[in-house]
């Protein structure tokens, strides 16, 4: 059974891409939803899949993680991943459509939570917005605001994976676009404009037709206003998204024993420790001594054991997907700029399980 993919709200689950796609679990909102209901539905989830990632924006309120953390306390399981994001309602939810795929490949689910600060670099989210004045997510000048006061004033945002805000019109400057070919995705709000499909498809190499889904609830509300279209562009095929996450080097945590990318456990949150020796006592001690790799990671250093050097350190070649003859002009993005870019690639083991669309 594939890793549990749950998320706190039903706008989070975008419609799958190819039937193999799994499905994500809502979770009900902490108000509608007793203490020992939820912690009855985390059991079940637990019984059928063994681990649960629950994606939890960092704007939801502040009762939704304290219950995720309330109901993992009384669990006393390191089998549920809460898994935070800063990216805007849509952008999240392609974060979320992007972990179901890989939850049905051959990830473990330590490489699957921690992924998901991976992906995130690699989606464009931002919107069309009528105001500014009331945007508090994205820093903006105090020209911007003033600005936004004029008649017809319409802004463009970027809010990952860098900020910037330019005034659409006449001289107005370009959103930095992705490297690589992207999809993207529309939802409409109060403001009608078409600057999404008539700038930002030439100027950031849109492949295939613009796809459009409902506003989520909590748009308006993270971006200030209602009159709004949001976008976000981002990586849709499965193939791409498993050589991206596949390519980075696998380490085991420390402390719970679980694989990880990155520089931080999806699971326990503990920081990538190489050299470390866990302390007596520490939960990892026995995983990280149980001899050798599991699927392409590398277990815990001990003192003065060094870090075996990859050959030649690039990237391995795309997966070209079965009816492939030759390979073609690279399409899957280069690393981002964050820690990830420090970690040395390995080849894949193998391809996804399921079949590919």
């Known amino acids: ?31 509608t939803r007793s203490l020992d209901a939820s912690v009855a539905d985390m059991q079940q989830l637990l019984a ?27 669990l006393e399981s390191d089998r549920i991943a809460l898994v935070g994001t800063d990216l805007p309602p849509l952008g999240a939810a392609v974060l979320v459509r992007q ?3 890989l939850a049905g490949c051959d990830f473990s ?17 931002g919107a069309v917005l009528g105001s500014v004045s009331r ?34 019109g006449s001289g107005e400057v370009t959103l930095p676009g992705p490297e690589f070919t992207t999809e993207l995705l529309l939802a409409r709000g109060q403001l009608q404009t078409d600057w999404p499909t008539t700038t930002l498809v030439p100027g950031w190499r849109i492949h295939g037709p613009v796809l459009e889904t ?35 080097r696998r380490e085991t945590c420390h402390w719970c024993a679980m694989d990880l990318i990155g ?21 990892a001690l026995h995983g990280a001594q149980d001899g050798g790799r599991r699927e392409g990671g ?25 009816h492939a003859t030759h390979p073609g002009p690279p399409t899957h993005p280069g690393p981002p700029s964050s820690s990830y870019t420090q970690l040395t690639p390995v080849n894949a083991q193998g391809n996804p399980t399921r079949a590919l669309p």
């Open 263 to 283: 520089d931080r456990c999806g699971f326990c949150g503990a920081p990538l420790q190489l050299g470390a020796v866990p302390e007596q006592g520490g939960r």
């Open 298 to 322: 590398t277990r815990a250093l001990g003192p003065g054991a060094q870090a075996t050097p990859q050959p030649g350190g690039a990237h391995p070649a795309p997966y070209q997907g079965p």
């Open 48 to 74: 059928r899949y063994g681990h649960v990632i629950v994606v939890c924006p960092t704007s939801a309120p502040p009762a939704v993680e304290q219950r995720l953390r309330a109901v993992r306390a009384l």
């Open 109 to 125: 689910p330590g490489v699957l939570a921690s992924a998901a600060r991976l992906l995130a670099h690699y989606i464009y989210a």
């Open 99 to 101: 972990l179901r795929q």
């Open 214 to 248: 409902p506003l989520p609830e909590a748009s308006p509300r993270w971006w200030g206003t209602g009159k709004l279209v949001e976008f976000a562009a981002y990586l849709p095929d499965l193939p791409v998204l498993y050589q991206l996450v596949s390519s980075v």
């Open 1 to 31: 059974m594939p890793t549990a993919i749950a998320v706190t709200s039903a706008d989070l689950v975008l419609p799958p891409t190819d039937p193999g796609t799994p499905h994500a679990t809502v979770l009900p909102a902490p108000e």
């Open 135 to 168: 945007l508090d997510r994205v820093p903006v000048s105090l020209g911007s605001h003033l600005k936004g006061w004029l008649p017809g004033a319409h802004f463009a945002v970027l809010a990952g994976p860098t900020a910037q805000i330019t005034r659409v």
